[in-house]
């Protein structure tokens, strides 16, 4: 390995002057000693070591990993000094206005960039950066906490280093939508993330290094590996003399038959040799029974673990066909006495010291599934003998690199192959197809899988392609110099300062979704590295972390985000769990950071449109959400006013100038939800609990003057300045947006039948059919069924004949029925048309039904929290929401957990207003204690 050795970083390591945060060396080589040495130091301070989320590991795996101060693994120290020196301190006199922004986060994903290091998750950098362009500047600082792979990185640089036809095909789209023209430069980012693993792919994808040098030292690499280890990977073509390379071997476990304990391999059983499809029922060889794989036993052999010195079980497993090549010709056969001859040999080796033998850790895949019950409990053992030996030889030879940058792109390399040289590889062949047609098919994704046939490649197979592949994907996008800084450890805290951040794009864990610190052991430990899992912010059984504590956890994340975040910035959250309580979580812990959302948009994957209004209870789509600190103009008002109603007013403007004005879909307009009063209201109300403050003004109150001071059109709410774009764009469409609603509970029903009697004034037997129809599936499952009589008479009206007929009856009935159309008001006939028609109050009545209403909810309230003894099954959500607002609004926090406690903890945590009363008072009344 002589020659790699000896090769350099050649045009990233410069010999010649380098600058580095505003400090200037004589080297690149000295650059990187002073920042070691400076890291070495803080890894000696036991205060440095007891931030949240520092990986485990010794300090050597720490600095042999680290190349700082642009990346170490383990929290960055200097993610403050790259921001003061690249970025601009906040002025609360620049102008800066912008609309949220939806986002196709599939998009990219076959672009070779995206797909040149696999990771569990990823939105695609070329997802990311029209958010970039679109919120940002040259030159300003973007942060990711959950970065991952490190996309958002690579999406700062293609900012600045975008081909001319992408640049070219992105302002046409901008221009069409009547969006300003992107202002094209590279942005600095910083990039976070909980495991070094993630954090060590972002790295090596965004930091510059020689694509030539590393080149050449991965095909030396794979030329020493050939050289040294080549016999283990030699056949023998049929005719019993030609040699020939093995590009995989399948291996099949035995199977014991319940019948009469005969013993099989499952291959031989199972897949048929001609059309290679494995059955899922198959008969034992010996008797005839037929069964499945879960009606058979697993077949174990004893051995020796050399490892641990302790006698354990594995799968017996036998190699059942081979494929090979001779030149560009491949051929199948089974493995004869002399590839046996070779497994044997290399079974008898010594387990290579680079091999990994830690445990795995206790966790829902190590309880459950094929691992338990393959007995797959360490690394050690996700290796076949032949695998074991490739890998530690590849670790061995690339540690011993003296070249910092080249070694990381080469482990970068090599740790790809980790997953795919394991007995997590699946054989997966090609349904009707030949066995030399057969595929090697990867584990399966987001989690740990032992399967029945395992492919178990070549060193050639598995590396040589890549290696091609990643030389040309780094030859066309260079990672620049000082453009991303890369930190290992928790999103909850960092170094940087506060309002330092001009822009947060962030795609974190959501729920059990995937469970990131277990897949990522598998390769942390062969670098020493591994994640702190006790600040892993997901649901997880195993470590006693249910919603709530998701939550909590996810609250301080989007706390620090808030903090380094300026006043008036954006915030884009990339979310994917199709639980409402997951749903719900997220968007508390939102606003609890202070944070306020402007706009929910879902990717419609078969129309490739985003859809608003989406069902909080049937969330299966990726969504974008778009959230913004409000300027300090706004806070600073409310300090010195406190909780009065001209403060509630004051968020209303800010609050309505962050939202877009119009939004288009295929040239019709689309009903913008957060326009939508009674969603105003609950951001305000949102806004007043996260400052421990009261709400000066109830529902009635809000709505009645929303309706004074600002312009309504189409069920949207408008400034003045904005209503004259609605107005011009509405008069160039046929017909007005609508908003699509779900009724899941008593509060959308009401927001229904209003729907429904503003357009059409009816009766009870003309209501009650098509009211229903709406009471489906999307009923939350405590929510009390309201009766449609009690909702009618609580909050519309209904016209007795007695006075003239209202105006709305009026209207509806003039323009549908002819002979109505000449008749006044007092008309007999037209009188006795209206008779009994509910309707939609006006504003001024309403707010009389509204007043007597909440006082009918709040005496129900009474009643449950007065309840002794018991959970309480069945319940309206309005009264506990009208219930928990009074008791805010007196202070009276333990009434609030009290009733909390009563109720089904699934039901609290799918209603977001629920949830974000229970958790402020959790808080308050914490602190009090």
Sequence with gaps: MSG?????????????????????????????????????????????????????????????????PYYTACPNPWLSDFAKHYG??????????????????????????????????????????????HYTRPGDIVLDGFAGSGMTG??????????????????????????????????RVVLNDLSPAASFIAA???????????????????????????????????DGRTKARIEYTVWSESLTCR???????????????????????FPCPHCGAEGNKEQMDLRFESFVDS??????????????????????????????????????????????????????????????????TTNTSTIHSMFLPRAAQAMGTLWDRVKRIPDRRLRHMLMYFVEQGIRGMSVLNRYKPIQHGRLGGSQVGLDLPGVFYVPSLISEVSVSTQFEGKLDRLTKTFSSFHGAAQAVMVSTGSASGSALSDSSVDYVFTDPPFGENIYYADLNFMVETWHGVTTDARA??????????????????MHRCFSEYFRVLKPGRWMTVVFSNSRASVWNAIQVALQQAGFVVAEVNALDKRQGSFQQGISPNTVKQDLVISAYKPNGGLEQRFVERGAVPESAWDFVQTHLRQLPVVKLKASELEFVVEREPRRIFDRMVAWFVRHDAAVPLSSDEFLSGLRIRFAERDGMVFLPEQVTIYDKKRAQVTQAPQ????????????????????????????????????????????????ELSALLENNFLKYDGASDVPSQIHSYLSTNFKELRSLDKADPRLKAKAQDRWYVPDPNKAQDLEKKREKALLREFDVYAGATGRKLKEFRLEVLRAGFKAAWGRKDYATIIKVALKIPEEALQEDEKLLLWYDQALTRAEASA
């Design 88 to 133: 601009k301190p906040y002025d609360a006199q620049e102008k800066y206005t912008r609309e949220p922004l939806a986002i196709d986060v599939s998009v990219g994903k076959t672009d070779p960039i995206y797909r040149a290091h696999a990771y569990h998750t990823k939105v695609p950098h070329l997802a990311i950066v029209p958010s970039i362009l």
């Design 307 to 372: 490892a641990t010195n302790l006698v354990v079980k594995r799968p017996k497993r036998t190699p059942v066909w081979i494929q090979y090549r001779i030149g560009k010709q491949k051929f199948v056969k089974k493995p004869d006495a002399f590839d046996l001859e070779i497994l044997d040999r290399i079974s008898r080796l010594p387990i290579p010291e680079e091999l990994p033998r830690d445990s795995l850790p206790d966790s829902q895949m190590s309880r459950v599934g094929r691992m338990r």
């Design 204 to 238: 090596n994808y965004n930091l510059p290094f020689d694509v030539e040098a590393f080149s050449e030292a991965g095909k030396e690499l794979l030329k020493s590996v050939e050289k040294d280890l080549g016999w283990m990977y030699e056949t023998l073509h049929t």
């Design 154 to 187: 690579v999406a700062g640089q293609w900012c600045g280093s975008a081909p001319t036809a992408y640049r070219h095909e992105l302002e046409m789209a901008w221009k069409k939508e009547g969006r300003a023209v992107p202002q094209w430069g590279p942005r």
């Design 739 to 786: 908003m699509e609603l779900f009724v899941s509970d008593e509060r959308s029903a009401i927001d229904w039948l209003v729907d429904f009697l503003k357009a059409r004034p009816s009766t009870y037997q003309e209501i009650h059919p098509e009211f229903i129809t709406q009471l489906g599936a999307g009923w939350k499952k405590h929510e009390a069924k309201p």
């Design 536 to 553: 892993e912010a997901i649901v997880d059984r195993v470590r006693r972390k249910a919603v709530p504590e998701y939550q909590r956890l």
């Design 259 to 281: 019948s009469c304990l005969g013993e099989f391999i499952f291959a031989e059983a199972a897949v048929d040799d001609v059309t290679q499809e494995v059955a899922d029922v």
């Design 4 to 68: 790699t050795q000896s090769l350099n970083l050649g045009g990233a390591a410069a010999s010649g002057p380098v600058e580095c945060l505003g400090q200037k060396f004589p080297s690149e080589q000295a650059r990187r000693e002073h920042f070691l040495k400076l890291l070495a130091e803080k890894l000696k301070d036991p205060a440095f070591r007891r931030q949240d989320g520092f990986p485990n590991g010794t300090d050597e795996a720490i600095l042999a990993m680290s190349d700082p």
